[in-house]
């Protein structure tokens, strides 16, 4: 018999990813690299597998304006997409990390938030991506092979001028290092303006004199 079938994709998990363009990604990752360098410098010691990340204030220095101005531009049009533009959104906290080879980031989501990110400033040419978790409690679907319905796990490429959104409460880790040279990462998050002013603020505080 001869039936109409269609495959409606129920319940995704959006993913929105990113690229400066790749000239203009070199300078402006160049003056990244070095504003997180001055406020790391002198790198302290870190246990193994660990790395060296900033105070979360990134988005108030006036050194990272445009950093935040970038993050509220993409912010925006995920907003559009999710249909929540016409509630007021806020950066929440902004961070860098750089990742010597051997480090990594254990699973976790963001909390108190609505939508994270990263962007990548440096990254190796090899051996270095980002890892999110399936969602869904239960995956009962018999595996004879990995695929996008199957697999429980998805890889985000990164490079150098990526920038990827998710929903806070999708969880993520960042694997080992496995490349030659140093990954530097600028994380962030957002919430509604509203609920981190009143309910939930932010609980890092500000660094003195970072301005
Ligand atoms: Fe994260």
Not at 131 to 150: A, C, S, Y
Request: with cysteine; net charge neutral.
């Amino acid at each position: 018999m001869k039936v109409k079938q269609e495959i409606q994709e129920l319940f995704p998990t959006p993913l929105w990813v990113v690229d400066l363009p790749p000239a203009e990604a070199v300078a402006f990752n160049a003056g990244l690299k070095a504003e997180i360098e001055k406020i790391i410098s002198p790198r302290p010691k870190v246990p193994s597998g660990s790395n060296w990340q900033t105070p979360q204030d990134l988005h108030t220095r006036p050194a990272f304006a445009d950093f935040a101005k970038l993050v509220e531009q993409v912010a925006a049009s995920v907003a559009q997409h999710l249909q929540v533009e016409n509630f007021p959104m806020m950066i929440t906290g902004c961070w860098a990390n750089i990742n010597p080879p051997g480090s990594y980031h254990p699973t976790h989501n963001h909390p108190n938030n609505y939508l994270s990110g990263v962007y990548y400033v440096a990254v190796p040419p090899t051996g270095t991506h980002l890892l999110f978790q399936d969602p869904r409690p239960v995956m009962i679907m018999p595996r004879t092979k990995l695929g996008r319905i199957t697999a429980n796990a998805a890889i985000a490429e990164v490079r150098p001028g990526r920038m990827v959104f998710f929903p806070s409460w999708l969880r993520h880790h960042v694997p080992s290092n496995e490349g030659p040279t140093e990954r530097i990462s600028i994380a962030f998050n957002l919430m509604f303006t509203n609920f981190a002013e009143t309910i939930a603020p932010p609980m890092w505080k500000p660094t003195a004199g970072n301005s």
